[in-house]
């Protein structure tokens, strides 16, 4: 592989890796900051323990999210060089605000959040966690304006003498009508992210024959996660239906790929659920299929009108082939669509199952039912739904961002610039691939010592209740001790 192949895989490694703890922070954060208010308004001692104990969780998955965060970064320098001085002046805005507003009211509000035991009144205290969600949602908007310019170019002007993209009207990049769609998708695809994470972890713990008393206890965390996770699974669904619309607007080629239409359909568009075909995704050999449904997702009407991969890359070699800017010169202008295309529907798939679930574990709970491990048979399923509801909207996020990116390809930024001119032109294949491998085996360490971290606090359960003393009477020159 050459340099640009081993830059794409660096990047894609760091990037899902990262993403990984993006969801989780911005859906636990809000589920903290809920257990702490009703504890503050209601004085139920199961809700502080839960707000602690979830609060423990939350702070190890801050914590590598923000490491992997910093790597995030240097991508740019390291291996992007001329894509950063491309859409630096559009980029640098967006993400100074992201890191000198959000990135900096998470970290100091979360130190207050676990510093503050006794030392805050109850309701301020409370008050900080919601601010840590708060910021977590300003880092999102932030970061994906910045990627929505890069899907729908607003609100600059290209320069030919310096070669580079420059910024006429923040506002028309913080309000691209891509960004609109994808925010709210992104933060619902999260708290769905956040819901499973505590459902799964409260099951896991029901599941144990030493629960004993505070089986009522995590069964109102098991029902709570269930909740936010099929309220936001069907937001999740509303959103994307809309982004759909959205891109097939602006990125008529990603749609087509998503599902391998090759040939433009005038009308009635049919979506296909499964299709066995082959590699390149060229021919078809068997395919089950919902008729219009590809019309009306393109569209919103059933008989609408789909371009194809062919005429859009007819369309895009004579649009951009004569355009005489080297940035956007490529021979294809078509990405890899078997990727495109199981990526979108995994991501839908998962999602769907996620969404069962928690309509399984509300039904188990439902008139104070407390599902537990009454045979092996039961106590296995169990502790599979355990395991594995967590694990499903994690990874249809990843594959949401998976088809998000590669979908995009060969472009950069869409339109402007295509990924084989961005790299860092100095930087010698071997030297990818160093940092690639150093990074990726860091990043393997993280993951032991986060799952590691994970389990031990989860097999430990929440710690029993102990009424926060009030903050007059702790000594004001005591030093601050980490609670946790």
Do not use: C
Request: aromatic share 12%; glycine share 10%; hydrophobic share 50%.
């Amino acid at each position: 592989m050459d340099a640009v192949d081993l830059a794409r895989w660096q990047f894609a490694i760091v990037t899902v890796y990262h993403f990984l703890f993006v969801p989780v922070t911005i859906g636990m954060s809000a589920i903290v900051a809920w257990f702490h208010t009703r504890w503050v308004r209601h004085g139920d001692p199961d809700d502080l323990r839960l707000a602690k104990f979830f609060g423990k969780l939350f702070t190890i998955n801050f914590a590598l999210g923000l490491v992997t965060g910093i790597v995030q970064e240097f991508q740019f320098g390291m291996n992007w060089s001329d894509y950063s001085r491309f859409v630096g002046d559009i980029f640098g805005a967006p993400l100074a605000i992201e890191a000198l507003l959000a990135f900096f009211l998470e970290s100091t509000f979360l130190g207050l959040w676990i510093f503050g035991w006794g030392k805050l009144p109850a309701r301020l205290h409370a008050a900080t966690m919601w601010i840590v969600h708060v910021g977590t949602l300003l880092s999102a908007y932030f970061i994906l304006a910045a990627n929505s310019f890069m899907q729908n170019p607003v609100g600059y002007r290209f320069n030919p003498q310096s070669g580079r993209a420059e910024m006429t009207d923040f506002l028309a990049v913080l309000t691209n009508k891509v960004q609109l769609v994808t925010f709210p998708h992104t933060v619902f695809a999260a708290y769905m992210v956040g819901g499973a994470m505590v459902m799964g972890v409260a099951l896991w713990r029901l599941r144990r024959r030493d629960v004993g008393a505070d089986a009522q206890m995590y069964r109102r965390g098991a029902r709570l996660g269930a909740v936010v996770t099929l309220v936001a699974g069907l937001l999740v669904a509303v959103s994307g239906d809309i982004q759909g619309k959205i891109m097939t607007e602006v990125q008529p080629m990603k749609m087509a790929a998503a599902e391998a239409l090759y040939n433009s359909a005038s009308s009635n568009a049919p979506f296909s659920l499964f299709t066995v075909g082959s590699l390149d995704g060229q021919q078809e050999r068997f395919s089950i299929t919902v008729p219009s449904l590809l019309s009306f997702l393109a569209t919103g009407n059933p008989s609408g009108a789909v371009k194809g991969i062919n005429e859009l890359k007819a369309q895009y070699a004579q649009t951009y082939g004569q355009s005489g800017n080297q940035l956007v010169a490529d021979a294809t202008y078509t990405p890899n669509i078997p990727m495109a295309y199981w990526s979108f529907r995994l991501m839908i798939g998962v999602g769907l199952l996620a969404a069962a679930a928690a309509a399984l574990v509300l039904w188990s709970t439902r008139k104070g039912r407390v599902p537990g491990p009454t045979t092996a048979v039961r106590a296995r399923l169990w502790t599979w739904l355990a395991v594995g509801v967590p694990l499903l909207p994690i990874v249809g996020n990843s594959f949401g961002w998976i088809f998000t990116e590669t979908g995009r390809q060969p472009w950069l930024v869409f339109g402007l610039m295509s990924t084989t001119t961005g790299v860092s032109p100095s930087v010698p294949a071997g030297e990818v691939l160093t940092s690639m491998v150093v990074l990726t085996l860091l990043y393997g360490v993280l993951a032991v010592v986060e799952v590691k971290l994970f389990l031990t606090y989860v097999g430990r359960g929440a710690d029993p209740f102990e009424e926060p003393p009030a903050p007059e009477s702790t000594d004001d020159t005591a030093p601050l001790v980490f609670a946790y």
